[in-house]
């Protein structure tokens, strides 16, 4: 079974600075999705980003961005201007493309982020 | 557009009590369903998914099972609920195809005294 890492459990960005959530992920497919999603106290899992393993550019949404490296399996996510929404827990994904196991994701354990004002 | 649905939002249930969370999507048909379950200050962890009608797989050997009697209807259930079974669930849905990525419920905070 794939497996992600964030061996983060905390990090914390001053109101306004760029911070990079680590994840690392283990898998000996060749095509699959990573995603970010954020937790915020709601407890509702939001998209920040997705990226697919095909794609060799890394995807951005606004504020924030992957930086993928496909052969050192990583997948980190920068937050650039930091805001005070921003801060929740952030959760790394990924998603086997494999049908019999049922497109299954698998999320890390999470990094909490604070945001100092 | 598509949404998820999952009741109830909270619940308090005593040790040996039966448990049944309903999950139901709109708008989508022949979606992958999921169940997972988030302790405290803990990740995600997967406890079901179908991907379709009376098609469940389970990932973890646990006091829990699901059921899938209608395409876009998942439940979670137990007999006799367990402490160590209190936690937040969290009931997904995604398309079978594409780059979709999974939509989540509401989630239910599950306490078991």
């Known amino acids: 079974a794939q497996t992600v890492t964030q061996s983060q459990p905390e990090m914390s960005v001053q109101e306004a600075e760029t911070v990079t959530l680590s994840c690392t992920y283990d898998?000996?497919?060749?095509?699959?999705?990573l995603f970010w999603y954020k937790q915020p106290p709601s407890r509702q899992m939001i998209l920040v980003i997705r990226?697919?393993?095909?794609?060799?550019q890394n995807a951005t949404e606004n504020r924030f961005s992957v930086n993928f490296q496909k052969a050192a399996k990583s997948f980190s996510l920068k937050i650039s201007d930091s805001q005070l929404g921003d801060a929740a827990m952030y959760f790394c994904a990924y998603r086997s493309l494999t049908l019999t196991t049922g497109n299954q994701f698998y999320f890390g354990t999470g990094t909490s982020l604070t945001v100092i004002p | 557009s598509q949404t998820i649905h999952q009741w109830p939002a909270t619940l308090v249930q005593p040790v040996g009590s039966p448990l049944s969370l309903e999950c139901t999507v709109e708008?989508?048909?022949?979606?992958?369903l999921y169940w997972y379950r988030q302790a405290a200050g803990r990740g995600l962890q997967l406890l079901f998914y179908s991907v379709g009608i009376g098609q469940i797989s389970s990932e973890v050997p646990q006091n829990l099972s699901a059921s899938r009697p209608q395409d876009r209807q998942f439940i979670l259930s137990s007999k006799k609920l367990l402490l160590s079974d209190s936690g937040f669930y969290l009931c997904?849905?995604?398309?079978?195809?594409?780059?979709?990525?999974?939509?989540f419920g509401q989630g239910t905070r599950l306490t078991v005294v």
């Open positions: 898998t000996s497919e060749s095509d699959y999705y």
């Open positions: 997904a849905w995604m398309r079978r195809t594409g780059n979709t990525e999974a939509f």
């Open positions: 708008g989508t048909s022949n979606p992958n």
């Open positions: 990226q697919e393993a095909y794609k060799q």
